[in-house]
């Protein structure tokens, strides 16, 4: 099993920064790729961005690319979402998430993800 356990949400005023963490425990060897969600209310969860695990590989939802910036600390197991930039239709519940399995395309969809953390409130106000 895996744990995921975030961190760094909060109330920020519109074009305000965020940073979210991620850290992973439990059998982490089985990563293929870390990812963030977010689920705004009367919503459903939407991709934000992820990370294939070895090589670094970054990629983004539209809607967050040259705001959102993913990163990761190897030893650590652990996973970042810098957001810059923010929108008050940023506001959500953001998860991070971990797949375990080779997807052989980019991994977007929640069915790719086999962890989730218990998620963390993001509010953007005008």
């Known amino acids: 099993q895996v744990q995921l356990v975030e961190s760094g949400g909060g109330l920020v005023q519109a074009g305000g920064s965020l940073r979210l963490s991620c850290a992973a425990s439990g059998r982490t060897f089985t990563i293929y790729n870390m990812g963030w969600f977010r689920q705004a209310p009367g919503k459903e969860r939407e991709f934000v961005a992820a990370?294939?695990?070895?090589?670094?590989?970054?990629y983004y939802d539209d809607s967050v690319k040259g705001r959102f910036t993913i990163s990761r600390d190897y030893a650590k197991t652990s996973v970042y979402l810098q957001m810059n930039s923010l929108k008050p239709e940023d506001t959500a519940v953001y998860y991070c998430a971990l797949g375990s399995r080779y997807m052989g395309r980019e991994s977007t969809t929640i069915d790719d993800f086999d962890y989730w953390g218990q998620g963390t409130q993001v509010t953007v106000s005008s």
């Open positions: 990370m294939t695990w070895a090589s670094g590989r970054t």
